[in-house]
Every structure is written in C-alpha cells, then in structure tokens.
C-alpha cells in the first residue's frame, strides 16, 4: 500500500485546510486510515482514524474542529480543519491499517497555522 497525502500549507488562525490522502496498491485490505502530526520538536501523535465502515474516532485536542472523511471508490480519506490554532502546527502524515494490522505510512505534509 502507498500513501499519498496532499493539502498542507500556511494559514492564519480561525482557516481552514483540507488534507488528503489517496492510497493506492492493496488498499482493499485497508481497514482504517487516519493521521498522525508531529510539531516541530515533539514526538509523533495520533489525531484521528475512520474505519473502512465510516466509524470515527477523534483525539480530544481537534474533537469538534477536525473531520474525518473517506471515499471508499477512491481509496481516499480528507481531513478537514476548520478553527486552526498556531498549536496545530505540524507535519500531518497519513497511515493506513490492514486486516492483519499492519501499518503503511505516507510521506508528511507541512500545516503552518500564523497567529
């Protein structure tokens, strides 16, 4: 499974971004996908999953500003961000889960969010 993630970039406090990520290879074993970030200085954490159901689960820190939705079809999952806080600075990265929970990782993308 490769993972392709899109969509970062400076925006100032209160924007919005949007994230995506395309999976492609065996993404019909994918189970859930989901996002990681890392700020600058920190250690990577978890921000959210969607299952291949739909089910979402949300970190506390972006519950009610972030959501989760995926494309099936596509073999997609979009991030929305809305409420960006100077803290949500970091580098998102995209994963994906199989049946056999093994993890794939995409290459990060930079969200820079300007007081």
């Known amino acids: 499974v490769q993972l392709q993630a899109s969509g970062g970039g400076l925006v100032q406090a209160g924007g919005s971004l949007r994230l995506s990520c395309a999976a492609s290879?065996?993404?019909?074993?994918?189970?859930?996908m989901g996002w990681y970030l890392q700020a600058p200085g920190k250690q990577r954490e978890w921000v959210v999953f969607?299952?291949?159901?739909?089910?979402?689960v949300y970190a506390d820190s972006v519950k009610g500003r972030f959501t989760i939705s995926r494309d099936n079809a596509k073999s997609t999952v979009y991030l929305q961000m809305n409420s960006l806080k100077p803290e949500d600075t970091a580098v998102y990265y995209c994963?994906?889960?199989?049946?056999?929970?093994?993890?794939?990782w995409g290459k990060g993308t930079l969200v820079t969010v300007s007081s």
């Open positions: 994963y994906a889960e199989n049946f056999r929970h093994l993890s794939y």
């Open positions: 290879g065996s993404s019909f074993s994918i189970s859930r």
């Open positions: 969607i299952t291949h159901g739909g089910d979402t």
